[in-house]
């Protein structure tokens, strides 16, 4: 435990920070999560329209500093992948 008053202070600032922390990248993941369940279902109006939503929260989870910027990075690649292969299997040729 912590025995000195800065100490002290550090340890509540880091609990308040984990929660800040948590709730952003719980936002995060929900937002992925609803995005890859409409790539799943085959929807691609859905996915056209969670995509640039989903791409916006993970920039600002990053830009909070929750998660590293090159993490954020592959999430938006690998995200728009699936969704432009979506795209490419359901356009009619």
């Known amino acids: ?9 550090e340890h509540r600032r880091s609990l308040k920070r984990r929660e800040i922390n948590k709730r952003n ?10 995005l890859r369940k409409a790539i799943a279902d085959r929807n691609v109006e859905e996915a056209l329209k969670l995509l640039p939503q989903t791409i916006s929260i993970i920039d600002k989870t990053v830009k909070k500093g929750t998660i590293h910027p090159r993490t954020g ?5 690998r ?3 699936q969704v432009n292969a979506l795209l490419a299997t359901s356009t009619p040729k």
């Open 79 to 81: 995200l728009t992948k």
């Open 1 to 9: 435990m912590a025995r000195h008053k800065s100490a002290e202070k």
């Open 25 to 34: 990248k719980s936002a995060m993941k929900t937002q992925i999560k609803k």
């Open 73 to 77: 990075d592959r999430y938006k690649s």
